[in-house]
């Protein structure tokens, strides 16, 4: 059975969406990363990246949630475009777009607007206009068709929706007035008992909520270097 390494954060909760929405049985194992458990060595064995979501698959390791969505989906063959270069590419795109922009920007815009120790007018300028630009991008897309690769749900779906329910932490109160393409495409994903499976699974074990100077420690690592 699917062994997931879990956390209750954007990344892991495409893969807890996925793994609902397909029924594939999986052993869900909390990686607890405000107290650190990412950097365990059998943690890293599994993601030598130190971060969630991850999974082991009987002898197979994958990390990355865009990585494993496309593994899992082309394992099950569920939430796949047709099979043509034309949706290939345009999946392979958009997942990539998520991957290395809407994440990355979404992780440093909340970062610099609600963790770092100083306010960093630079820094929370530049990510926050990223963040947005990229989000407009996605929001543009939705206005123009049903879901990321058209008329059907898909994995593209999934991982932006992972972000999605974060974009007020990300953007502030204004994100879903101006991104009303993207928070109907979330609406439409949270009714499905799926997603609200996905989201209760946090409820099955006790993550630490405080980002105090351990936590800091753990997810910042960096930090330890201002140190003198
Ligand atoms: N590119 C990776 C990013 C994974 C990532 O940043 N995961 C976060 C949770 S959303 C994490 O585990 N953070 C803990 C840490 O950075 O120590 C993916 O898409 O899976």
């Not at 699917?2 to 954060?9: R, V």
């Not at 929370?124 to 123009?144: K, M, P, Q």
């Given at each position: 059975?699917?062994?997931f390494?879990?956390?209750?954060?954007?990344?892991?909760?495409?893969?807890?969406?996925?793994?609902?929405?397909?029924?594939?049985?999986?052993?869900?194992?909390?990686?607890?990363?405000?107290?650190?458990?990412?950097?365990?060595?059998?943690?890293?064995?599994?993601?030598?990246?130190?971060?969630?979501?991850?999974?082991?698959?009987?002898?197979?390791?994958?990390?990355?949630?865009?990585?494993?969505?496309?593994?899992?989906?082309?394992?099950?063959?569920?939430?796949?475009?047709?099979?043509?270069?034309?949706?290939?590419?345009?999946?392979?795109?958009?997942?990539?777009?998520?991957?290395?922009?809407?994440?990355p920007?979404?992780?440093?815009?909340?970062?610099?607007?609600?963790?770092?120790?100083?306010?960093?007018?630079?820094?929370?300028?530049?990510?926050?206009?990223?963040?947005?630009?990229?989000?407009?991008?996605?929001?543009?897309?939705?206005?123009?068709?049903p879901?990321?690769?058209?008329?059907?749900?898909?994995?593209?779906?999934m991982?932006?929706?992972?972000?999605?329910?974060?974009?007020?932490?990300?953007l502030?109160?204004q994100?879903w007035?101006?991104?009303?393409?993207?928070k109907r495409?979330l609406?439409?994903?949270n009714?499905?008992?799926?997603?609200?499976?996905a989201?209760?699974?946090?409820t099955?074990?006790?993550?630490?909520?405080e980002?105090?100077?351990?936590?800091?420690?753990?997810?910042?690592?960096?930090?330890?270097?201002?140190k003198?």
């Amino acid at each position: 059975m699917i062994k997931f390494y879990f956390h209750p954060s954007p990344n892991p909760l495409k893969i807890a969406l996925y793994l609902e929405e397909t029924g594939e049985p999986y052993e869900l194992i909390p990686v607890d990363t405000r107290k650190g458990e990412q950097h365990a060595d059998t943690f890293k064995a599994i993601n030598p990246n130190a971060k969630t979501p991850a999974m082991q698959d009987g002898d197979i390791r994958v990390f990355d949630s865009n990585a494993m969505l496309i593994y899992l989906a082309e394992k099950t063959g569920k939430f796949l475009p047709a099979n043509t270069p034309q949706n290939k590419a345009e999946m392979y795109s958009w997942l990539m777009f998520v991957a290395t922009g809407i994440g990355p920007y979404c992780g440093q815009a909340v970062h610099f607007k609600h963790f770092a120790p100083q306010p960093q007018e630079y820094a929370v300028n530049r990510y926050d206009f990223e963040a947005w630009r990229h989000w407009h991008i996605i929001d543009d897309v939705l206005a123009a068709q049903p879901y990321m690769m058209g008329n059907d749900y898909s994995i593209v779906d999934m991982s932006v929706w992972g972000w999605a329910r974060v974009a007020p932490f990300v953007l502030g109160a204004q994100a879903w007035e101006k991104l009303p393409h993207v928070k109907r495409l979330l609406d439409q994903i949270n009714a499905r008992p799926a997603a609200q499976r996905a989201e209760a699974l946090k409820t099955q074990f006790t993550f630490k909520t405080e980002v105090d100077a351990e936590a800091r420690k753990m997810l910042f690592p960096s930090n330890e270097r201002l140190k003198v």
